[in-house]
């Protein structure tokens, strides 16, 4: 109801007990029309929610819209379907009582929707375990047929229990212009597979079968009937159905449409025969009855004489009903058989307490052209849910009035108890007499049942037949015909084939004591009893009779507000109070509106509210004080106070704004702060964390180092891998720093580690090499980084130590001319080394052994070399 008072101008009223002119119809509609041309499909009527079907997808139920409303306040959203389904849970969670929405409306309306929309919103609200989500795919995908569903105090979905109500098994054998049959024939010929329907007898066309094109749309462009048909499948083996009781489901269902097509012929005495008609064959195999008691019991009947049994041959039109009552029985076991079967499915194991929503999901008032017995039943059905809807609405309001001490005014309603009594009431009512005529004996017609019921309630406001009425009334209903003046309004029913429907041992139909199928099992009439729950109500409106989305029809709709009771209820919520509250929230809500009770009011809030009331002005006529909540009468009274709390909002807003912007820079600063202070604690807490995960390295290296050191003579291995090429590494960079000055500080060389032994000595002797070739030999840069390669000026092959332990010999030898381009330049000769100075051109240099190293140039012209320690020299030789 918050919602509404700011939206009402842009959307009309949100729930139509605000509305102004409450009595008038037309005002109800437009406030209908104007929501409806929105895409606003729902409306409250204090807690009922009325919804308009709007024949398209609306982007307002998905998960998101779904956490929105649960667990908020009901008036506090927009109307929906979801606030009216998480109402009922948190108070049956809260006070530990059952509940039941009822769901009604005529076909096309929506219920079923409805239906699925509100099980989809318990499925997701509801705690999830294996067990409840096994529950909740059964409840979904058993809808087509569920109508209550049961859940656990605590949230959780444990069970749920179909109630069977097929009044309207009539639609099987004729269908109005514009309805269909039930969708699963339609399911079954369109999209059931070709070996399926091969062994069925079926035909993949519709328009073959005549009980499915009496209604001329066999076709409708809003229902896939192959898409239906995959989800009924995937629901049957969900719900524990075996591949034979599916098949022979199917079976029963194939044999309906087959006998809709027996056809009868006329003997020469007009007794109806079946001459060679394929129908029967397959009706036989797919039942389960031989040929011949099939073909027996519909066209004759059974008469038990005092100790034989006569068959009375049928005419074709008494054969033509005893087929149609034939199908009708059987489309009606089947389907409580089915519900059977499922309630077995959903049955709740727990035996502990538990709590009930129901969901009752129900046919509409209607009104055709020829109503049968079934729309008679279904009015009626819907007379009653309105006494009891009725009653509950105002027993409700009366407690709710006695419990705030305000005292209670009578709201004037139509009672519609004298309707319920003139088709219940024991010996007087129409059931009653139908029932008493239908086992009199002697020769019983429809006709004499009229004559029956005219002569007991012929005097009743509400009944009137051809015989009863006036001139002008008289004119309008045929000899067969009877009319009651329903809550709704008038409809006129046809008697003919009342007798025979009402008939509970269907002697047209004999044969089916000699099933075979398992399906025909008889299931018992059950009566729900809605008295002991708390009622919520659905109530669904279908805007236009083509189905199509925009339209919206006032004269049909204006009809259905009618029947569905909707001014009623509201005149009785409205009960000379539009608007109701606790008092903690209208003052939380409008305290702003009075100096003495903003900011803060220190009493209770029912001295707020009386303060606030008075300081607006509230005239004694317009309010009452319960003992919790405050009531308004009228809506303007409340739309003015709303107004008034709009504005004052705003201008509350300004000033503030405009004293505290101070404050706002203050507050700025403290947000700036609290920001840098989360980034802080979040940099604070990275840096942690990666010093954390550094210190989980740092053990996980120390760990494989120790484990290495352990294991470092040992031959390489995983364990020791990573530590011998530390090792290796270390020795490298400390013989780096560590290098000798001159090729003759061998001694100074560094101890290398066993592992490093062979490349240490290797490193030595590409030092000394180095020390002697550097800047000497032009290909020098290019062969460093391969030691003893092929070069220009041959190959190096090792014959001894290069280091000689003279400097003057190093001094001697980098003196010589020698180049990359010479042959032969080095020749080592006993104990003379003989090179080319130049082509034609020898030197010598000469060795020998003496107490003090030196060099001079000897007689001979040679070099001498004089040591005191082993020379070793190397051998350089051309390839």
Excluded at 72 to 86: C, G, K, S
Excluded at 578 to 599: G, V
Excluded at 669 to 686: F, P, V
Excluded at 848 to 861: C, D
Aim: include cysteine; hydrophobic fraction near 35%.
């Amino acid at each position: 109801m918050e919602a509404s008072l700011t939206a009402r101008d842009r959307v009309g009223i949100q729930d139509f007990v605000l509305l102004d002119a409450y009595t008038s119809e037309s005002a109800f509609l437009d406030n209908l029309r104007k929501r409806f041309h929105e895409n606003l499909i729902y409306t409250y009527i204090g807690t009922l929610l009325v919804s308009v079907n709007p024949y398209k997808e609306l982007d307002i139920y998905s998960k998101k819209q779904m956490d929105t409303y649960m667990g908020v306040n009901f008036f506090e959203l927009p109307p929906h379907i979801y606030a009216l389904a998480d109402n009922v849970f948190r108070t049956m969670q809260s006070e530990f009582n059952n509940h039941f929405i009822l769901i009604s409306g005529e076909s096309g309306a929506g219920k079923t929707e409805a239906s699925k929309k509100i099980l989809q919103f318990y499925a997701v609200s509801c705690p999830s375990t294996e067990v409840l989500n096994n529950v909740r795919d059964r409840l979904l995908l058993s809808n087509p047929v569920l109508e209550v569903s049961k859940l656990e105090h605590t949230g959780g979905a444990v069970g749920g229990h179909i109630l069977s109500y097929l009044l309207e098994k009539s639609r099987v054998v004729h269908q109005n212009h514009g309805e269909r049959n039930f969708h699963i024939f339609y399911q079954l010929v369109e999209g059931g597979e070709e070996e399926l329907l091969l062994w069925l007898g079926l035909q993949r066309n519709c328009k073959n079968y005549r009980y499915l094109v009496q209604g001329d749309c066999a076709k409708v462009s809003s229902i896939n009937d192959k898409r239906d048909w995959k989800i009924v499948r995937k629901a049957l083996s969900v719900i524990n159905f075996s591949e034979g009781e599916i098949e022979d489901l199917f079976g029963i269902i194939a044999s309906v449409l087959h006998l809709g097509n027996v056809k009868f012929d006329a003997d020469a005495r007009g007794y109806a025969t079946l001459n060679n008609n394929p129908e029967m064959h397959w009706v036989s195999k797919l039942l389960g009855i031989p040929n011949q008691v099939l073909q027996q019991g519909l066209t004759h009947r059974k008469i038990e004489a005092k100790t034989e049994e006569v068959l009375s041959p049928f005419s074709v039109d008494h054969a033509v009903y005893a087929r149609d009552a034939l199908a009708k029985a059987i489309y009606g076991r089947t389907f409580n058989w089915l519900v059977n079967k499922i309630n077995e499915s959903l049955a709740n194991k727990d035996s502990s307490r538990k709590t009930v929503i129901g969901l009752l999901d129900i046919y509409g008032f209607e009104v055709f052209n020829v109503n049968s017995f079934e729309q008679f039943c279904i009015n009626y059905c819907n007379e009653k849910l309105q006494q009891l809807f009725i009653e509950l609405t105002l027993k409700s309001e009366q407690e709710e009035y006695e419990m705030e001490g305000i005292e209670w005014e009578p709201v004037p309603y139509f009672n519609n108890k004298i309707i319920c009594d003139l088709v219940e009431a024991k010996f007087r009512g129409i059931i009653s007499l139908l029932d008493e005529e239908c086992l009199r004996p002697g020769e019983a017609t429809d006709l004499t049942f009229l004559e029956k019921i005219e002569e007991k309630i012929g005097g009743h406001p509400h009944f009137v037949t051809h015989k009863l009425a006036d001139k002008d009334t008289r004119k309008t209903l045929d000899r067969g015909d009877f009319r009651l003046l329903h809550y709704a309004g008038e409809v006129t029913y046809c008697v003919v084939g009342k007798r025979h429907n009402n008939k509970s041992n269907l002697d047209d139909t004999e044969c089916l004591t000699d099933y075979k199928n398992p399906f025909f099992i008889c299931s018992f009439f059950h009566l729900l009893i809605l008295m002991s729950k708390e009622p919520w109500y659905v109530r669904c409106i279908k805007p236009n009779e083509a189905k199509q989305p925009g339209q919206f029809d006032d004269v049909l709709v204006r009809h259905q507000v009618k029947y569905l009771g909707l001014m009623e209820h509201l005149r009785v919520r409205r009960a000379g109070f539009a608007y109701r509250r606790k008092y903690e929230i209208f003052l939380q809500r409008y305290k702003a509106l009075c100096p003495d009770t903003w900011p803060n009011w220190k009493g209770t809030p029912a001295e707020g509210v009386l303060c606030l009331i008075k300081h607006l002005g509230y005239r004694p006529d317009e309010y009452k004080m319960g003992r919790t909540k405050i009531f308004i009468r009228h809506p303007r009274t409340l739309f003015a106070t709303e107004d008034a709390f709009q504005i004052c909002k705003h201008k509350l807003a300004t000033r503030i704004q405009a004293k505290y912007k101070g404050y706002r820079v203050k507050e700025d600063y403290l947000k700036q702060k609290e920001a840098a202070t989360k980034i802080e604690n979040c940099w604070r807490g990275l840096m942690a964390r990666k010093e954390r995960e550094r210190r989980a390295w740092a053990v996980k290296v120390i760990k494989r180092f120790i484990k290495g050191f352990m294991t470092r003579n040992q031959p390489a291995c995983v364990d020791n891998s990573d530590y011998l090429a530390y090792v290796r590494l270390s020795y490298l960079a400390r013989l780096k720093e560590n290098l000798p000055r001159t090729v003759l500080e061998k001694d100074s060389w560094l101890t290398s580690p066993p592992v490093m032994r062979d490349v240490s000595n290797l490193l030595l002797l590409k030092v000394q090499t180095s020390s002697m070739f550097k800047g000497k030999k032009e290909n020098y840069p290019f062969s460093v980084s391969r030691p003893f390669v092929d070069t220009r000026i041959g190959k190096i092959n090792l014959i001894g130590d290069l280091v000689l332990q003279c400097d003057y010999l190093y001094e001697a030898l980098t003196k010589l001319s020698v180049t990359a381009d010479k042959q032969n330049c080095i020749k080592v000769v006993q104990d003379s080394v003989r090179f080319d100075i130049q082509p034609g051109r020898e030197g010598f240099v000469d060795f020998k052994s003496g107490q003090e190293s030196m060099v001079y140039r000897a007689k001979n012209g040679h070099l001498m070399v004089v040591t005191g320690s082993k020379i070793c020299i190397i051998l350089i030789l051309k390839n």
